[in-house]
């Protein structure tokens, strides 16, 4: 199993996955290993992938070798558009052709904004917006879909979310998926992000192990504030000791 994260932020991008790699044959999962799958590719670019690894290591050269293109399209969909033609051209001269079993994310500049593509299905690309602005790939994505609704529904009053903001959802979502499903998604989670440096300009870069470390307390304080939360109840608030907002059961 997978889980990749993506969340289009009003100051940025964040793409997190977690990092089971599942051989297959045949379709049949012959083994699992841990592996990369976020990167920083040229060009300013963030990349995760969601499926098939031989798929995803030849997208991921075609993105890294593309990375001047996103300056000299007129729009930012134009980018993606061409390297979805050039894909599945390569993959049906391979012999792949309706097979595609990938699912990406990339993150690139174009205008001098922030862009964040999904890519599903046979390759097909989407973007990103203060409307649509968080998604899950991978077989880990009907765990952690519920999850990311419930969390922007907290902390997403008002549209995307900042970077920070971001990193710590991803960091909890990807977390979730990996509570909920032993054995076939597992850490450690990989997080990128792309955002402003101080003097403006946008800078991609792998979080450290040290910030890792820091968003995983963050999901463990948030979790506790909710306990403590609970546990400030009265009993009358949380309908024990014979609260009178609960109706007694009918007598037979």
Avoid at 40 to 65: E, P, V, W
Avoid at 152 to 166: H, M, Q, W
Avoid at 188 to 204: F, H, K, L, T, Y
Wanted: hydrophobic fraction near 40%; proline fraction near 6%.
């Amino acid at each position: 199993m997978t889980v990749v994260v993506g969340f289009y932020c009003r100051d940025g991008i964040v793409i997190g996955a977690d990092s089971m790699l599942t051989p297959s044959m045949g379709g049949i999962s012959v083994g699992h290993h841990k592996g990369q799958k976020v990167h920083l590719l040229s060009g300013n670019q963030l990349f995760a992938f969601a499926g098939d690894q031989g798929q995803a290591a030849r997208f991921q050269i075609m993105a890294d070798g593309s990375h001047a293109m996103p300056a000299t399209v007129g729009h930012a969909i134009d980018f993606p558009l061409i390297l979805t033609q050039s894909l599945i051209q390569q993959f049906q001269n391979t012999g792949v052709g309706q097979q595609i079993g990938v699912n990406t994310l990339l993150g690139f500049e174009h205008g001098g904004q922030q862009q964040l593509c999904v890519f599903e299905g046979l390759i097909q690309p989407r973007l990103l917006d203060a409307a649509h602005y968080y998604v899950a790939l991978g077989s880990g994505k009907l765990s952690a879909d519920p999850f990311l609704r419930f969390l922007v529904d907290i902390f997403c009053l008002n549209g995307p979310p900042s970077v920070r903001e971001a990193t710590f959802l991803t960091e909890w979502a990807i977390q979730h998926v990996i509570d909920t499903n032993p054995g076939g998604v597992a850490g450690p989670i990989r997080i990128a992000v792309m955002e402003r440096n101080p003097g403006g300009a946008w800078q991609s870069r792998l979080l450290t192990d040290n910030e890792a470390d820091d968003q995983g307390q963050a999901v463990e304080s948030a979790r506790q504030s909710l306990r403590d939360w609970r546990n400030s109840l009265t009993p009358q608030e949380i309908g024990e000791e014979g609260s009178e907002d609960i109706p007694a059961p009918p007598t037979l």
